[in-house]
């Protein structure tokens, strides 16, 4: 296999009969999925679409989701999946960003594609919900769709959403997504017999590389639109759910979910955690409630999937993110670009065949992030003397206190210890003067002060780790998997 293409067709030529996805209770087999992949594919050359353009998919996960990634891929183009929780003003920039031909589309978001399309004079297309452009004919044709495509083609643009600035365009080929399928699912050791849950949107680099990791292996896709807590624990139970990929946010709703009979959860092999740390209290109470300890896959949209923690020792291990995956090599690297010693923290950086080159058309992001062969993350982390990869913090965000570096993690533990405070995010701010701060928001349980914060800190910590600024807040803003949004703070 060398092309995303070749990958889709060997699932298809080795198990035709074996049912691909499953939605609201309605199964396709592989054979029905390919037939609806040409059928598409069909559609969008009839309606002009060439090899190296753009198609954006805003879609909900659904069939016609991953109709649309592979029937994109089959002529060559290029897929910008766009998550449908993103408002206007977010659609406008993906969309102008990527300069798409044509916009994918659900009946429900018919008009906010249409007003991004509008500004750069792409079509829009619904192929899901009434009164649809495209419908599957299903009619037993057989469509042919050969197109020359090399490993190297660009497949796939994806957006990596820093704390600040404009998310950066990262462009994924063929060779890159094949590498992350094979990588992934080898370590991991997905069979055909696999029934894989998707409720984390499948425009996400995590979602993505678990999805093309599935088909790989000719595993069974089940597929939500949304979040729904119930429907979750229904299917898992009822469809003997063997993997379930999700975020701590989603791990800690289930576990605190109200059930009125026990549930059997005992088909689930692997619970993979990412988008955000994972939280001991929520490692422990997921599995208290259904017997299976999540464990923790760490990726980053510019390399896909890094490392996932497999370790037979999970209760001791929780917080690691694992071993590097296949193929994928981790080095933890000092200021002075100088290899780390074991378990001595430094910068993490990989050298992956699934990465990304640098970011499209900003020259100097690229230079700084991608050196040497090794795109440097901007995450702090160990390595310990078993190869254990522990995060330890953003870079990035560390606070310049008059010399003295504040690690906000450590602030946020101490804090979160506080009987009153539920959620909590530390970061760096600057005063009128450029001096750097320490800023607290803070979701409390109860009313609490800011008085009963910096007394709680007082003798804990040093002075100027306490926190300047303190707000608190009802919620925290964050992304749909689970990541804080820094800049909206």
Partial sequence: MRTVPDLFKSAVKD???RIAVVEDGIEITYATLYSMVQDLSSFLLKRGVVKGERVAILLPNSFEYIVAFFGIACIGAVSVPINTAYKEEEVNYFITNSSPRIVITEAKLKTLAEKAARVIGAGVVVIKGVETNWAHSNDGREFSIDCSIDPQDEALYLYSTGSTGKPKRVVRT??????????????????????????????????????????????????????????????????????????????????????????????????????????????????????????????STETGVISINLSEDIENMYYSVGRPVKNVEVKIVREDGALADIDEVGEIAVKSPSMASGYYDLSEETDKAFRNGYYFTGDLGVIDKEGYIFIKGRKKMFINISGNKVNPGEVEDLLLRHPKIKEIVVFGVNDASGNELVKAVIVPK??????????FCDGKIADY?????????????????GKVLIEHL
């Fill in 15 to 17: 198990n035709p009969n």
């Fill in 174 to 299: 063929h060779f890159n997504l094949i590498a992350l399928a094979e990588n992934h699912s080898q370590t991991v050791g997905w069979t055909e017999n696999d029934r894989i849950l998707f409720v984390v949107p499948l425009s996400h680099t995590y979602a993505l590389g678990n999805f093309i990791s599935s088909i790989r292996v000719c595993a069974t896709l089940y597929v939500l639109g949304s979040f729904n807590r119930n429907k979750v624990i229904d299917i898992i139970e009822k469809e003997s759910i063997s993997i379930f990929p999700a975020v701590p946010f989603m791990l800690n709703v289930l576990a605190e979910s109200f059930m009125q009979r026990p549930r059997d959860f005992s088909s689930l092999k692997l619970v993979i955690s990412a988008g955000s740390p994972l939280s001991k209290g929520v490692f422990f109470k997921f599995h208290k409630r259904f017997g299976v300890y999540p464990r923790q896959l760490y990726g």
């Fill in 446 to 455: 109860d009313g609490m002060s800011v008085k009963d914060v910096v007394d």
């Fill in 465 to 481: 780790k306490i926190p300047r600024i303190i707000e608190f807040k009802s919620k925290i803003p964050k992304s749909p998997t």
